[in-house]
């Protein structure tokens, strides 16, 4: 049954990263902790008041999960076999208040010899900017494009600067119109390979440090 939440996995989490706490980004979470022995976890903080909420903070402090509540700047290096895993939250600024919004998103960049990956929460153009503006290297082969393909994101400024070979939009049936054609265009127009989830289903990405390999369950 461990398979049904980890396929690819090893039945441990080494980091387990909390965007923020809107509903649909940590749903699942439980089930993972349930299933999954998590060593870490960051997240921006606890304070949204939903009973989602509630119950993840109970079931981490239960199982005394080690948890940090990030800014950016924080790192953490996992080894596997030829490399290091390098992990960095690079938003949102530690000067930031501990609301919720979109833009306040925790952003991680991920390294793993020649490859970076980009994974952008629900970030909107007002934090995509913020990034562009404290010239932050945001260049990645790999994206995961923010806010589901909202059309408030992923302007073609913050794309062109990451200039992804590989963009991934985590998606499923909704009344919001993601993924926005807009954004596809945008992506198309920088000849990025565009995978979603509401197609291809899961979407795994290996790599060994010099080059990569996407597979999906369907």
């Given amino acids: 049954k461990v398979k049904q939440y980890m396929p690819y996995g090893d039945n441990e ?42 119950e993840l903070k109970q079931i ?19 080894s596997f076999k030829e490399n290091e895993l390098k992990i960095m939250s690079i938003s949102p600024n530690i000067n930031i208040n501990d609301s919720e919004g979109n833009n306040n998103s925790i952003i991680i960049k991920v390294t793993y010899g020649d490859i970076d990956f980009l994974l952008t929460g629900d970030l909107e153009s007002e934090g995509e900017k913020r990034l562009i503006d404290n010239n932050t290297d945001i260049k990645s082969e790999i994206l995961k494009v923010g806010h589901h393909g909202s059309k408030s994101s992923s302007s073609q400024e913050f794309l062109e600067k990451i200039k992804p070979e590989i963009s991934i939009i985590s998606v499923g049936k909704n009344s919001y119109g993601h993924p926005n054609q807009d954004v596809l265009d945008r992506l198309n127009i920088i000849k990025s390979k565009i995978f979603r989830t509401d197609e291809s289903g899961s979407i795994e990405i290996n790599t060994d440090g010099k080059t990569y390999s996407v597979r999906t369950e369907k």
């Avoid at 940590?26 to 909420?53: A, R, S």
């Avoid at 199982?63 to 990030?70: D, E, M």
């Fill in 60 to 78: 981490v402090e239960d199982r005394k999960i080690l948890t940090k509540f990030v800014r950016e700047g924080e790192k953490k290096n996992i």
């Fill in 13 to 54: 989490i080494e980091l387990l990263i909390l965007s923020h706490l809107d509903s649909d980004h940590i749903g699942g979470t439980k089930n993972i902790i349930d299933h999954t022995k998590v060593d870490e976890l960051w997240t921006l903080n606890w304070q949204k008041d939903t009973q989602t909420v509630k």
